[in-house]
């Protein structure tokens, strides 16, 4: 089996591209305790199903992705602590801020994604995390928010149930019993062929309805779900974007934080600056352009009344190589 796949398969990470980051930091296997440990060079090699493997660094399955790390170090620089508090997760993706935010103590996690189908399964299971799709958070407002929770929390269930207890008796239908019939037999009940007919055109119509989404439903809380508060005011704002600039997003998410709430978000400097500002590879090399970024984002948050308390280093670079970094910010008490 795979080495990539086998750390899926057997539980030690959560994803095929974190099995990868860990193979890297250093994974060995054996067949027995009396084996030698073997290294494991490349995610291709192959590892027997019945191995015994070791991670020589679980830093990376400590959360479903490298983003967790991120915020866990970003929480121990401000010494902000998520317990028991309600937060927006604003680009949620695989979850790893969800998951980092729930590992220390967070009440609820909502998040929001423009994408569909990313978040981990185990966190789409997790009582505590509603995972809304499809929402731009530049555009995203309390009411569209709440709108995006009730769907992520609901199913649609037809308001038309087929009845079968009812359906008509067909013509004849006392030959299904070989056809014996005595002089007792009362036929009165029996529907007439065209009644027979108009039913099943019924039903074929309502296949065709359903297959279409034609089918008049409501929406429902699933079960479990009932009780979720989807309130559209927050106590902590985490956020991991890409391909767009905070100074856009910062103004739909102040509306949505308490009074003397917190916002850490990550800044990553290639989608805060000028295409001819940013090298090849969509690299920033200059380094003096960090402080043009971090200015901007400053002068943001003042503009929105938010008060900047910290601005630090990423504990880790971003996949391409990029430095990042995270602000910290309050709403006014």
């Known amino acids: 089996m ?11 990470a959560a994803t095929r591209s974190q099995a990868q980051r860990l193979i890297a930091a250093g994974v060995e296997w054996r067949l027995s305790p009396l084996s030698p440990w073997q290294k494991v060079a490349k995610n291709g090699d192959d590892i027997p199903s019945v191995a015994e493997l070791r991670l020589l660094d ?13 915020l866990e170090g970003a929480l121990a620089a401000t010494q902000l602590s998520p ?29 929001v994604d423009v994408g569909h189908g990313q978040l981990h399964e185990r966190l789409r299971n997790d009582l505590r995390v509603v995972g809304v799709e499809g929402l731009n958070a530049r555009a995203m407002t309390a009411e569209s928010l709440q709108e995006g929770c009730e ?9 038309e149930i087929e009845d079968n207890d009812t359906q008509p008796v067909a013509p004849y239908a006392w030959m299904r019993n070989g056809g014996e019939v005595g002089d007792e037999y009362d036929d009165s009940d029996d529907a007439k062929e065209q009644d027979v007919e108009a039913f099943k055109a019924e039903r074929v119509a309502k296949a065709r309805a359903r297959a279409e ?9 699933r079960a479990g779900r009932e009780d979720v508060d989807i309130t559209p005011a927050f106590d902590l704002v985490t956020g991991d974007l890409s391909f767009i600039s905070l100074t856009l997003v ?21 989608f805060e600056l000028q295409p ?18 971090e200015q901007r984002i400053r002068d943001c948050c003042a503009e929105l009344g938010l008060s ?12 391409d190589g990029n430095r990042e970094f995270f602000v910290f910010a309050r709403r006014a008490a």
Request: include cysteine; aromatic fraction near 4%.
């Open 2 to 12: 795979r080495a990539d796949v086998f750390l899926v398969e057997f539980g030690h």
């Open 58 to 70: 679980g830093a990376e399955a400590k959360y479903l992705s490298r983003g967790g790390l991120k």
């Open 83 to 111: 317990k028991g508090l309600r937060c927006l997760d604003v680009g949620q993706s695989t979850g790893g801020f969800t998951d980092c935010l729930l590992q220390h103590g967070a009440a609820q996690v909502i998040g």
């Open 151 to 159: 769907e992520a929390l609901s199913e649609h269930v037809e308001t």
């Open 213 to 221: 989404g034609t089918v008049p439903t409501e929406r429902r809380r």
């Open 250 to 270: 910062l103004p739909a998410l102040v509306p949505l934080m308490k009074p003397g709430s917190a916002l850490l978000m990550l800044v990553k400097p290639q």
């Open 276 to 293: 001819g500002q940013v090298g090849k590879g969509g690299i920033v090399r200059d380094e003096s352009l960090y402080a043009v970024v």
């Open 308 to 319: 900047v308390q910290s601005w630090l280093d990423s504990p880790i670079s971003g996949g």
